[in-house]
């Protein structure tokens, strides 16, 4: 996370808090000082059942919201310097079709800065992976693909 020319006053650690598929990650601590490196991976793994057509998911996707978080560890709770918010299906899939593009490609958006946070957006760099399998399901002895 990047935000040039900007030097937080509280110097509590940060974290970027994950939520997306209707799981919770957060990354480790890091120094109050930009940019913020987060060299972590989170893995976000869902079922979904009932769900055959490609075409279905993508629908049920736009209809969840990732949501991101800076979040500063000063207390009481913490404090939420900026967010991040997409429809799944775009954060996961940015091109236009559900195919897989450039392995690992590198995105960067401006996160909306709470009112505590002075100074210019900070831009996030990030990039998603993600794997559609089909899974075998046993209903009742008939295993069903």
Do not use: W
């Not at 598929?21 to 793994?45: S, W």
């Not at 195919?99 to 900070?122: C, D, N, W, Y």
Request: charged share 25%; net charge neutral; with cysteine.
């Amino acid at each position: 996370i990047t935000c040039p020319g900007v030097q937080l006053k509280d110097k509590q650690e940060l974290y970027l808090s994950v939520f997306v598929l209707g799981q919770y990650h957060k990354t480790e601590c890091v120094p109050a000082v930009f940019p913020l490196f987060f060299q972590e991976r989170l893995v976000f793994e869902k079922e979904f059942a009932n769900i055959v057509d490609p075409g279905d998911l993508v629908k049920l996707l736009e209809f969840d919201t990732a949501v991101l978080e800076l979040i500063q560890l000063v207390p009481p709770v913490g404090k939420v310097l900026a967010t991040y918010e997409e429809n799944t299906r775009d954060f996961l899939f940015p091109d236009p079709k559900l195919t897989h593009g450039h392995r690992g490609l590198q995105r960067e958006v401006l996160m909306k800065r709470s009112p505590a946070f002075t100074g210019i957006a900070p831009k996030l760099r990030f990039s998603t992976t993600s794997l559609i399998a089909d899974s075998l399901l046993v209903l009742g002895r008939s295993p069903i693909q």
